[in-house]
């Protein structure tokens, strides 16, 4: 049996186990959606969003992307959100980066990655808005979870700049959170995002509701 092979094998043993717990579980799947959460993670194979958070099918609506970007012309992105805040009514958004990053680390090498250069010179303009700090890092590898982080913080910051989170904030309450999933130990590590603060802080500039 090859790969292709295996997979439709693999379904085909998900769909028995399923119907065998519940034998309406397909039918109920196919009445819609109704998810409390918006994911914006990496597309790194080893980091699924429904196995860390332990959730089912229909419980979060998800985005992947290279290094997990919110980028305002990515209209890719700007689709997903907008549907996810303004139709499916989600209440939390949750960015997540993850330790050992490919992405981050790409864009700390002075190297020049052909088409993806203009991908990784955002994670790049995150290393210059916190360059004083990460420069005082003399461990590499510290730095590079740090600028992660730092990542995680700022992609959550150009959510909150969008129309879209300012209103859905202002009418029911919509909350940003950064998390970094530690692929070393398996835990999510929350940072403690201050959405309000944050609010408060760029709506001189990018009060757009």
């Not at 790969?3 to 065998?20: G, H, R, T």
């Not at 305002?72 to 958004?93: C, T």
């Not at 250069?117 to 003399?138: F, G, M, Q, S």
Request: proline residues 2%; aromatic residues 8%; glycine residues 6%.
């Amino acid at each position: 049996m090859d790969k292709i092979e295996k997979i439709f094998a693999n379904n085909k043993a998900w769909v028995a186990e399923k119907l065998s717990v519940n034998p309406n579980y397909f039918e109920n799947l196919g009445k819609g959606q109704s998810p409390e959460f918006l994911y914006i993670g990496c597309s790194d194979s080893r980091v699924t969003a429904e196995d860390l958070m332990g959730v089912q099918p229909g419980e979060v609506f998800i985005h992947r992307n290279i290094a997990n970007m919110v980028i305002s012309i990515d209209l890719n992105v700007m689709s997903v959100l907008n549907y996810a805040v303004r139709h499916l009514k989600v209440n939390h958004i949750i960015v997540c980066g993850h330790y050992a990053c490919g992405g981050v680390k790409a864009a700390m090498q002075s190297a020049d990655m052909g088409i993806l250069n203009p991908w990784l010179r955002n994670i790049r303009d995150v290393y210059r808005l916190h360059k004083e700090e990460l420069n005082a890092i003399t461990d590499e590898e510290k730095k590079y979870d740090r600028l992660i982080e730092l990542n995680v913080q700022e992609q959550c910051v150009n959510l909150i700049k969008t129309a879209a989170v300012q209103q859905a904030h202002k009418e029911r309450g919509l909350m940003v959170h950064g998390w970094v999933f530690d692929i070393h130990t398996g835990r999510l590590i929350d940072l403690k995002i201050d959405f309000p603060k944050i609010l408060h802080e760029i709506m001189e500039i990018y009060k757009l509701d």
